[in-house]
T-cell receptor
Framework: SQTIHQWPATLVQPVGSPLSLECTVE??????LYWYRQAAGRGLQLLFY??????ISSEVPQNLSASRPQDRQFILSSKKLLLSDSGFYLC??????????FGPGTRLTVT | KQEVTQIPAALSVPEGENLVLNCSFT??????LQWFRQDPGKGLTSLLL?????REQTSGRLNASLDKSSGRSTLYIAASQPGDSATYLC????????????FGSGTQLTVLP
């Protein structure tokens, strides 16, 4: 069966510090991968998606970036965090069925 | 631009009641519609996926319907239980793409024992 992992589960970082969130998927090959953000009082927003290694599409301009160094690994990064980057970050995957499956999320607080 | 609305924003019902959650979308050219459940501080759990050619899907006590022409979907929960308490979200991708989901803001359901 397929599983999706995210780490860390929670993170507190000061403004201006770098960020690296990791997502890995097990039990499937060549999945589509997604990064979403859920900010307090706001809905889920798609940030990036990837259909293959090295292929990244950005949905929202911001100071975040994403990379996919391996087939089942998706990384969300920032060089300098802003207060507005605080939120709940969710990774998801999908395959032929088009149904999206979400990871447990990372709670990021920028102080 | 697709907009997804969920009504009501919050709902509280006694245990055992049947209930309906509503989802509406502005652009009927959708690829499919997906219902999710989110528990506090947790990720999303996929409940049901309805393809654009389908009218409904059932899973246990859950039944989701889709009316593309009117831009609406409903999630029916039969015989509600306290364990059903969570936020329910619907999401739609644009026609021709299953990728860029647009989410509603969710309905927070509380089932009272």
């Amino acid at each position: 069966s397929q599983t999706i992992h995210q780490w860390p589960a929670t993170l507190v970082q000061p403004v201006g510090s770098p960020l690296s969130l990791e997502c890995t998927v097990e039990g499937t090959s060549n999945p589509n991968l997604y990064w979403y953000r859920q900010a307090a009082g706001r809905g889920l927003q798609l940030l990036f998606y990837s259909v293959g290694i090295g292929q990244i599409s950005s949905e929202v301009p911001q100071n975040l970036s994403a990379s996919r160094p391996q087939d089942r690994q998706f990384i969300l990064s920032s060089k300098k965090l802003l207060l507005s980057d605080s939120g709940f970050y969710l990774c998801a995957w999908s395959s032929g069925s088009d149904e999206q499956y979400f990871g447990p999320g990372t709670r990021l607080t920028v102080t | 631009k697709q907009e997804v609305t969920q009504i009501p924003a919050a709902l509280s019902v006694p245990e055992g009641e049947n209930l309906v959650l509503n989802c509406s979308f502005t652009d009927s050219a959708i690829y499919n519609l997906q219902w999710f459940r989110q528990d506090p501080g947790k990720g999303l759990t996929s409940l049901l996926l309805i393809q654009s050619s389908q009218r409904e899907q059932t899973s246990g006590r859950l039944n989701a319907s889709l009316d593309k022409s009117s831009g609406r979907s409903t999630l029916y929960i039969a015989a509600s239980q306290p364990g059903d308490s969570a936020t329910y979200l619907c999401a739609v991708p644009p026609s021709g793409s299953a990728r860029q989901l647009t989410f509603g803001s969710g309905t927070q359901l509380t089932v009272l024992p």
